[in-house]
Each structure stands twice: as structure tokens, then as C-alpha cells.
């Protein structure tokens, strides 16, 4: 993940192997000048495809207000400070931390930087150049990169965060093609989450619709042992579904193979039972024990 917002800001402002980014140094020392109170919001209405991106931003505020546990402080801050240039006020209030330290190998405290800059851009006399790219950046940060940054942890549902991300990187191209473009040949090259030996994780996700768990048991239960499951040309388009994703063979373990199959065999409608639903899926990635 971390990957694809690099990505991002190489397009918008370019690479640096510097060590520090001026523009976040330019930041730190300013900090204590500003007027906390006066900071910018994003306004999407005249935007491309505004209907969509209120949309994603009407769903990023919904998810951002439910989670109540965060694995890291960054990563809260990244959350409130989303909520922030989205127009909405987090839970615990407004409030802004002094900038830290920031270096290449942590995106979460660049993608923290880029946000307070964009926010804060009025006040720092940044040319008007800048400040589009920096517009550019936070809507990007904003409505696409740090909710599916924050639920990218649930192994369960990274089939389907990773095939919506990408769907809505296509989507994206009406909006900023060149950014869309640069995060889209970077997941091209990660997709491994949608693997066919990967995309039965989400037969346990909450996020799976009842009817593409039918057909994605139904396919799986007419698969054929095969230990060929090479599929290094995957292809994802706008209309692409998981189901779709596993018309290919993939288990070079047969045993396992036979046990998804009639195990899926008798799905005849409705959602699995949450036990059961864990329990066939430990069993499809558990190797023989002559094999561990």
C-alpha cells in the first residue's frame, strides 16, 4: 500500500533522494505562526465525477467515525486529520499536533505532512502551483488511500479492499489520470491478494454479498485438482468480480483441493454461518501434515 502513495506523490511533485522534503521543513518552522483555527477543507463539487467522490466521501467519514481502535497514533492522526479536510470533526475534536520527525521510510508521517500543508497552504505562501498539487495530493490521500490504508490489516477482507481500490483507481482516471495511472502500475504489480489462491480469504469476509459467496462456492466446487495455478497476466477491469477471479485452477495442493470442493458442494443460497465459514477456511489453507 505504502507502494502506491509513493507512487502518487512522485507524480504530483516529483522524486527526491533528499533526505528531508523542504516543503515539510518549510512546514515545522512556520508551525508556531499559524492560526490553528483557519484551515482549509477540500470542496469536491466542481471536480469531475463530484457525484462519486461525495459518495467516497460520504462513505470515508461514515467508516473513519466507527473505528475506535487504532494500532498506532499516526495512524489516528492520519484518520483526524482526514476527517478534518473532509469537513467534519473527529470524535475527540479539533486539534492539530506539532509536526514530527519524518523520513522516506515512514509514508504514514508524509501522508500526515501532506495533509497539515494543504490545510495550512493559505498561510504559508506557497505559490499557486503548489497548492493545486497539493490540493491533488489530499483529495487523493483523502478519499481513496487512508481508509483502504486503515483496513488493509483484515486479511479477510483484503480480496475485497484490494479489487474495490482498484476498481475505483480506474474510476479515478476521470478525476487525476496521471495520479490514477501511477498508483494503478504500481498495484498492477501487487496483486497477489487477488490470487485465486488468495481470493477464498474473503468466503469469511462480512463484506462478501450472499450472492457472489454462492458463486464463488459454486465455482470452487467444480474446480479440478491441478497443481498448475500460474496466473502472472491478471487482468482487473471496472466490471471485474471476485467470483471471477478464481475461473482459474490454483491449488498445487490436492488434498486441499478435494476438501474446498466438497465442502462447497452443498451451498445452496444464504450467507455461511460465521464458525462454519472460518472453519472451512482454515481447512482450505491448512496443508496435509505430512507436508509441514
Known amino acids: 500500500m505504502e507502494l502506491v502513495v509513493r507512487a502518487a ?19 515545522k518552522k512556520r508551525w508556531s505562526q499559524l492560526d490553528h483555527s483557519q484551515y482549509l477543507r477540500l470542496d469536491i463539487a ?6 462519486w467522490l461525495s459518495h467516497l466521501r460520504h462513505r470515508t467519514v461514515s467508516y473513519l467515525l466507527t473505528v475506535t481502535e487504532w494500532a498506532r497514533e499516526d495512524y489516528r492522526e492520519a484518520a483526524e486529520l482526514t476527517l478534518l479536510v473532509l469537513g467534519v470533526n473527529p470524535p475527540r475534536g479539533t486539534h492539530f499536533l506539532r509536526p514530527g520527525a519524518c523520513h522516506h521510510a515512514r509514508w ?8 497539515k500543508i494543504y490545510m495550512f497552504s493559505h498561510q ?17 490521500v483523502s478519499l481513496l488511500y487512508t481508509p483502504a490504508w486503515l483496513k488493509s490489516p483484515v486479511a479477510e477482507d483484503g480480496p475485497v479492499n484490494d479489487l474495490q481500490l482498484h476498481h475505483e483507481l480506474l474510476r479515478y482516471r476521470a478525476v487525476d489520470c496521471e495520479v490514477a495511472d501511477a498508483a ?7 496483486l497477489w491478494y487477488l490470487r485465486p489462491q488468495t481470493v477464498v480469504l474473503s468466503l469469511c469476509s462480512e463484506k462478501l454479498s450472499a450472492a457472489e459467496e454462492k ?28 467470483s471471477d477471479l478464481i475461473d482459474e485452477p490454483f491449488m498445487d495442493d490436492l488434498q486441499g483441493a478435494s476438501c474446498v470442493r466438497h465442502s462447497m458442494a452443498d451451498v445452496t443460497g444464504g450467507r455461511l454461518g460465521e464458525k462454519r465459514r472460518v472453519h472451512e477456511a482454515e481447512r482450505f489453507l491448512q496443508k496435509p501434515e505430512g507436508n509441514q
Do not use: W
Not at 504514514?108 to 495533509?115: E, G, H, Q, R, V
Open 9 to 27: 506523490a512522485s507524480n504530483i511533485f516529483g522524486k527526491t533522494s533528499a533526505p528531508t522534503d523542504p516543503l515539510f521543513q518549510t512546514l
Open 215 to 242: 458463486e464463488m462456492a459454486t465455482k470452487l466446487s467444480c474446480l479440478e485438482e491441478t497443481n498448475d495455478y500460474a496466473n502472472d497476466n491478471l487482468v482487473i477491469q471496472q466490471t471485474t468480480r471476485l
Open 108 to 115: 504514514m508521517a508524509k501522508i500526515i505532512y501532506y495533509l
Open 184 to 190: 494503478l502500475a504500481v498495484a498492477s504489480r501487487h
Open 124 to 140: 504559508l505562501e506557497l505559490s499557486n502551483d503548489l497548492c493545486v498539487k497539493l490540493q491533488r495530493m489530499a483529495i487523493f
Open 46 to 51: 466542481n471536480l469531475p465525477e463530484s457525484d
